[in-house]
């Protein structure tokens, strides 16, 4: 490429990384700046997965591409920024900056011409037409997206229950409870049960290079801002089941000092604890996605502690998750999801949890 033409992307990409869309999101910017200038220097064959990790994201050089998707999420974020700046700004000036699904070479795609429309008898229908052809590229490229998240579900199927915790820029709010399981007792008081679920979540995040925060409460008010992604545990989570019953399937109820888990789809199906409530718990884990601010959401919780602590931890290893979600029907990962467990406690300590019932939406 020659030098004006390396000035006139240049000028793009500071154009693009001064929109809204990439203005909220430092990795982002870094992501589009490091590909279009390695492009710019000629040295596209350093574009590469575990390159990119290694030198932007700090990850060692063996590190494994097929357990650590940071780069492919990444750049399936910037391609739906990229879409979202074009539509913002309009038209590139003078050429347009594009990062083709499946590869991390970005292209440097002559403007759209005649955009301004001088002519009397040929204004507004060209600007029609200009604005009609962005229109159709923004859906091209957001085909693009659809297009890399389809080849993402076809891997690890827990990598896709946490993707849209993973690909998000904010940190997880980990939200737990102050009181005991029925949400009474101390103000200072955490179930021992979502405790040991929030630090094996946290681990959990860490492990990804996710930033999360682990924050405690009453009420789930309490949240440091309602748009971050978040994981409620216990009591906090049936409060919130509880409240969005008109949604859920599978719902906690309880009267005259029995609790069990409800199937509200008229088949008249219930899990109750057994008269030994040390031996067996019921869980139900919801993934929900925001379809406004795609915000994801999780509510883990059991009828017990017990039931807490086992669908918390088992939300962390990956390997029981997998084994669950390979039972779901197909197109699971871009849906609300619901699944109801049954937990064998063995001594104090619940065992891997059981699928029972499922429902996705």
Not at 23 to 28: A, E
Not at 158 to 164: K, S, T, V
Not at 267 to 296: C, F, H
Request: proline share 6%; hydrophobic share 45%.
């Amino acid at each position: 490429m020659s030098a004006p033409d390396a000035h006139v992307v240049a000028r793009e990409l500071d154009r693009l990384l001064g929109s809204p869309s990439f203005k909220g999101s430092k990795r982002s910017q870094e992501f589009l700046r490091h590909v279009v200038d390695a492009a710019l220097r000629e040295e596209s064959e350093t574009l590469k997965e575990r390159t990119i990790g290694v030198a932007l994201f700090h990850r060692p050089a063996d590190y494994d591409t097929s357990v650590d998707a940071i780069v492919r999420v990444k750049a399936n974020e910037v391609r739906r920024r990229l879409a979202q700046a074009y539509q913002e700004l309009g038209p590139a000036p003078e050429v347009e900056i594009a990062l083709p699904p499946g590869s991390y070479v970005p292209e440097f795609r002559p403007a759209v011409e005649a955009l301004a429309g001088d002519s009397p008898e040929g204004g507004a229908g060209t600007r029609g037409r200009v604005k009609a052809l962005w229109a159709a590229a923004a859906l091209l490229a957001l085909a693009g997206v659809a297009a890399t998240a389809v080849w993402l579900r076809s891997n690890d199927p827990a990598r896709q229950f946490w993707e849209p915790f993973l690909a998000a820029e904010s940190p997880t709010q980990i939200c737990v409870s102050q009181g005991t399981e029925d949400g009474q007792g101390a103000a200072d008081f955490v179930s021992a049960g979502e405790m040991r679920a929030a630090a094996r979540l946290a681990a959990h995040f860490a492990k990804a290079d996710k930033p999360y925060r682990i924050l405690t409460g009453r009420g789930a008010a309490f949240q440091e801002d309602h748009r971050l992604p978040a994981v409620f545990l216990g009591s906090l989570a049936r409060q919130l089941a509880i409240q969005g019953n008109e949604r859920l399937r599978y719902v906690f109820r309880g009267g005259d000092g029995v609790a069990w888990i409800e199937d509200t789809a008229g088949k008249g199906r219930r899990w109750t604890l057994p008269d030994s409530p040390s031996s067996a718990d019921y869980a139900i884990v919801t993934r929900l996605l925001d379809a406004r601010t795609g915000r994801p959401v999780i509510l883990a919780a059991g009828l017990g502690p017990a039931g807490t602590q086992a669908a918390g931890e088992l939300l962390a290893n990956d390997d029981a998750v997998n084994s669950l979600l390979r039972k779901l029907e197909a197109g699971w990962p871009l849906k609300n999801l619901q699944m109801v467990l049954r937990v064998e406690v063995r001594g104090a300590q619940p065992a891997a949890p059981e699928l029972v019932a499922a429902h996705v939406w």
